[in-house]
């Protein structure tokens, strides 16, 4: 929390496998209430490793594209 306002952090992820760890651990972690990988279609294990983890994670199947990624589809 930040100022009285929660913070919230939205981490796009294609083939990001290689590299979510360390993006996840440089977070400033005292300021972010909550964390959520949007995987846009990726083939190797990010998905996995986001839930290891801890991150809370919303899959597409294919890959969109990062702008269409960061738009949530109402089911």
Known sequence: MLNGHKIFVVMPAYTA???LAYTFREL???I??????????SSD???ELARD???TTFT???NFGY????VCWRV
Do not use: F, K, S
């Open 17 to 19: 496998a290689r590299t």
């Open 53 to 55: 983890i801890g991150l």
């Open 67 to 70: 702008g269409r990624n960061q």
């Open 32 to 41: 972010v209430d909550a964390v959520l990988l949007v995987d846009d279609g």
């Open 28 to 30: 400033p972690h005292e």
């Open 60 to 62: 597409y199947n294919v």
């Open 45 to 47: 294990a990010t998905v």
